[in-house]
């Protein structure tokens, strides 16, 4: 396969999976902002840092680096091998979660049962749910490589929409069963998104002549089991050997992306109800993370990953390829910058409306406006981040990442440090403030990384993050109009006043995006490309 078609498959891949991510993600958005008037703050700090901490932290020791690992490289593999590899994190899940479970029940501070009833019933349930998920990964994987548009995006949504109608029953017909409702909504979720893997690849192999059945290098069900080979080694050792190099960098990576939770939970800097407003904002603002930025992360980490030979220069490459990637790597830089500045920029004028809209009065008074503001400028460096660090695991050499994996360790202790200091100083916000340095130096790493690789060639991708001062001036000239509008209309002066400092910045808004139309015609061309090539594409398959 070329690398304009893995291209025309990436963009199809993060185009259809943002389509349907925004629909399925408002309907749960809803759903979980109708949940939030019936639960207590200490309710949310236990379920979504304590329990949520220990389900994520099982799932991504487990699996991670077996997912950066297998789907690194070409599809044309031995399959049996890779799918011997990922039925190990099976093992290694339910070690994960009997150690964590027990760390969590034996050393760690118990809530109140008068106010959290039934924690050590959410423990069991919450590690169990990581386990069952687990079964799924070489479905996942097997998706993955071969470009399953629609698959993901479904599965993952459809299960977060029916866990979300079943907590909805739970909390209104049995709010007493505390921490069961939220336990067994999260077995649920697992156990409906493994078969929604199971069922598509079983009716998919059932039609032979199908033309995406062709391109599997499975034939039937039983292929995806552990298999005893005769001939050869059970894994694929040299996949052996990267995933363990991605298992030393996921364990610092988690430490990172969890920081703060972590620092919650161990240290116990927040109560259990500051803790939930705290994420209950963290989740709000990483919501346009979530639906835009992970997509794209996700589907051309594939793209640079089998256009670009981990082992060699970019200058021994196929220069058609490297071009290629250099120029993609341009256009996604300046997609998340632009991004990622709109979000800053609109979100400091609109973050106090939003949660009073949101969550009400617990949210939109206190600490939640300046925890809202504080995140928005967090999304811009998620942004650039991930982008530079999709491109940099997908280049990298074996000894490349583990060089890394030095800096990721140096990055981990003092970003726990410094979390631990700010929040004893500014509360909550430092937090974020914590997040906001640790990933300028990741940021700072990868652009490194980049300028290295392309420095003895004639591309220069990272002049993306440069934008022109006519739109740099459209952006400040709408954030004070904004801030202004803020400050007279919003939030006391009633639902008019309200729309108002809505339409102004409705107006503000089309004023900068006009200025991107008339400004970015590289960019714009770009999407207008993938876009259509993402269209056709749906069009065939």
């Known amino acids: 396969m070329g690398s304009r078609e893995v291209l025309g498959q990436a963009a199809r891949l993060a185009s259809s999976g943002l389509l349907l991510q925004v629909l399925f993600r408002l309907v749960t958005f809803v759903l979980n902002a109708f949940i939030l008037r019936f639960l207590s703050k200490e309710i949310v700090g236990v379920v979504n840092v304590r329990l949520t901490l220990l389900y994520s932290t099982t799932t991504f020791l487990a699996r991670e680096a077996f997912r950066r690992a297998c789907l690194s490289g070409s599809t044309q593999r031995d399959w049996s091998q890779t799918i011997n590899l990922l039925w190990l994190t099976v093992p290694l899940g339910v070690f994960w979660s009997l150690f964590l479970g027990w760390v969590w029940l034996r050393l760690l501070e118990v809530p109140d049962p008068n106010i959290v009833p039934h924690y050590g019933t959410g423990v069991v349930l919450f590690g169990l749910s990581a386990v069952v998920e687990l079964l799924g990964e070489p479905f996942w994987v097997l998706a993955q490589a071969h470009m399953f548009v629609k698959l993901k995006v479904i599965a993952e949504s459809l299960s977060v929409i029916l866990k979300s109608l079943l907590t909805v029953f739970l909390v209104l017909w049995l709010p007493h069963w505390g921490l069961y409702i939220f336990s067994l909504a999260q077995l649920f979720y697992t156990a409906v998104l493994v078969l929604c893997y199971v069922i598509y690849f079983k009716k998919l192999l059932g039609f032979p002549k199908s033309t995406k059945q062709q391109t599997l290098p499975i034939s039937r069900m039983t292929d995806l089991l552990p298999n005893i080979l005769r001939s050869g080694a059970f894994v694929n050792w040299k996949e052996a050997k990267l995933t363990w190099s991605f298992f030393k960098q996921s364990f610092l990576k988690q430490t990172l992306t969890e920081g703060e939770r972590y620092v919650m939970t161990f240290l116990n800097v927040l109560n259990f109800g500051d803790q939930g407003v705290y994420d209950i904002v963290n989740n709000l603002g990483s919501l346009v ?87 928005c400028l967090y999304v811009l460096l998620l942004a650039i981040n991930g982008v530079t660090e999709c491109f940099t695991f997908a280049a990298m050499s074996k000894e490349q990442v583990d060089r890394y994996n030095f800096t990721m360790l140096a990055l981990s202790s003092s970003f726990l440090v410094l979390s631990y200091l700010l929040t004893r100083w500014c509360g909550s916000v430092g937090f974020i403030l914590a997040n906001c340095f640790n990933m300028g130096i990741r940021i700072t790493q990868s652009l490194c990384f980049i300028h290295r690789y392309y420095r003895e060639s004639p591309y220069r991708p990272l002049a993306g993050l440069q934008l022109s001062p006519v739109l740099l001036g459209a952006f400040a000239l709408s954030g004070g109009v904004t801030g202004v509008s803020e400050v007279f209309l919003c939030c006391e002066q009633g639902w008019l006043a309200r729309l108002a400092h809505v339409a102004v910045g409705a107006f503000c808004l089309g004023a900068t995006l006009g200025t991107v139309l008339l400004t970015e015609t590289k960019l714009i061309h770009f999407l207008r490309t993938q876009l259509g090539v993402s269209r056709l594409a749906d069009k065939m398959t």
């Open 289 to 375: 993370a979530r639906l835009i930025f992970q997509p794209i992360e996700e589907s051309f980490y594939i793209f640079f990953a089998k256009v670009l030979e981990r082992e060699k220069d970019a200058t021994l490459q196929k220069q058609e390829d490297v071009a290629m990637a250099a120029a993609v790597l341009e256009s996604l830089l300046r997609l998340a910058l632009l991004a990622g500045l709109t979000i800053t920029v609109f979100g400091f004028a609109y973050s106090q409306l939003a949660l009073d809209i949101y969550g009400g009065a617990m949210l939109s008074s206190g600490s939640g406006p300046v925890l809202l503001r504080s995140y």
